[in-house]
């Protein structure tokens, strides 16, 4: 259930701001009269968003399960 969450949760941090961005350029066309040009960078300011967004949660989802190997170093004996 707890990964169902974390899918959930990556999802929407993917998909939040890209619409964000493009919601600000449309309000940037509509209303100051900008070209459409602005949706180019609005878009690559979203992608780089969501995925900061997107590679916090997993760093989060990896800190939480944290897998315990016991390594041995090469000149210990036992």
Known sequence: MRNLSLIGQL???LVTPVLM???VCYLLTSRLGLGCWVYLPG??????AS????????L???RKNPKKT???AFNRHY
């Open 11 to 13: 999802g929407l941090s």
């Open 43 to 48: 878009f690559v300011l979203g992608l780089g």
């Open 60 to 62: 989060s989802a990896v």
């Open 70 to 72: 016991e390594r041995t």
């Open 51 to 58: 995925f900061m967004t997107a590679y916090k949660v997993y």
């Open 21 to 23: 961005c493009l919601a």
